[in-house]
T-cell receptor, first 116, second 112 residues
Framework: GAGVSQSPSNKVTEKGKDVELRCDPISGHTALYWYRQRLGQGLEFLIYFQGNSAPDKSGLPSDRFSAERTGESVSTLTIQRTQQEDSAVYLCASSLSRIGMNTEAFFGQGTRLTVV | AQSVTQPDIHITVSEGASLELRCNYS??????LFWYVQSPGQGLQLLLKYFSGDTLVQGIKGFEAEFKRSQSSFNLRKPSVHWSDAAEYFCAVGGTRGKLTFGTGTRLTIIP
């Protein structure tokens, strides 16, 4: 696609429910990132996928958070038993290859998650 | 572990004045450095990047940044700001393993 696409753009869910957020990276991009941005805060790294390598999950805040990516295509971020502190904008980014090989990350518009 | 510090949470400058936003990084080897801008309600847009070579890099919208290894810094500058530059600015560092780490951001306000 022309850019990184995230869906839904907005999601309101009740506390305790599970949610799935989707990211479609730019076609051909092997690297994919998820970040969380709480209101007025910076970008908090969650997880990073690079090709067929094991993902870097070091930023996932708890075992309620998980993410999958099939090959070099779409990724889903799942939050189980949502809590109010999970309310944030979840940003996805992709890059042509590993950062540093003269590549940059391109960001989607994000999914705004509100837990009520 | 890699990290980024942006010491200024909020900066206010007058339109037409010069601007410098500070960024310090921590990384064990040669870093890959980026500045992104986030306007209200918008996604993140890349302003400029440093991978290697010339330590002064030019970006879009008249921005530039200078990599100073001795100071572990990558400060963003603009000689004359415009009202449209009001936004949140994020510095980021990437390493050879591909992980991209962001600072907490600097919010820029422009006064007439």
């Amino acid at each position: 696609g022309a850019g990184v696409s995230q869906s839904p753009s907005n999601k309101v869910t009740e506390k305790g429910k599970d949610v799935e957020l989707r990211c479609d990276p730019i076609s051909g991009h092997t690297a994919l990132y998820w970040y969380r941005q709480r209101l007025g805060q910076g970008l908090e790294f969650l997880i990073y996928f690079q090709g067929n390598s094991a993902p870097d999950k070091s930023g996932l805040p708890s075992d309620r958070f998980s993410a999958e990516r099939t090959g070099e295509s779409v990724s889903t971020l799942t939050i189980q038993r949502t809590q109010q502190e999970d309310s944030a904008v979840y940003l996805c980014a992709s890059s042509l290859s590993r950062i540093g090989m003269n590549t940059e990350a391109f960001f989607g518009q994000g999914t705004r998650l509100t837990v009520v | 572990a890699q990290s980024v510090t942006q010491p200024d949470i909020h900066i206010t400058v007058s339109e037409g004045a010069s601007l410098e936003l500070r960024c310090n990084y921590s990384y064990g080897a040669t870093p890959y450095l980026f500045w992104y801008v986030q306007s209200p309600g918008q996604g993140l847009q890349l302003l400029l990047k440093y991978f290697s070579g010339d330590t002064l890099v030019q970006g879009i919208k008249g921005f530039e940044a200078e990599f100073k290894r001795s100071q572990s810094s990558f400060n963003l500058r603009k000689p004359s700001v415009h009202w449209s530059d009001a936004a949140e600015y994020f510095c980021a560092v990437g390493g050879t393993r591909g992980k991209l780490t962001f600072g907490t951001g600097t919010r820029l306000t422009i006064i007439p």
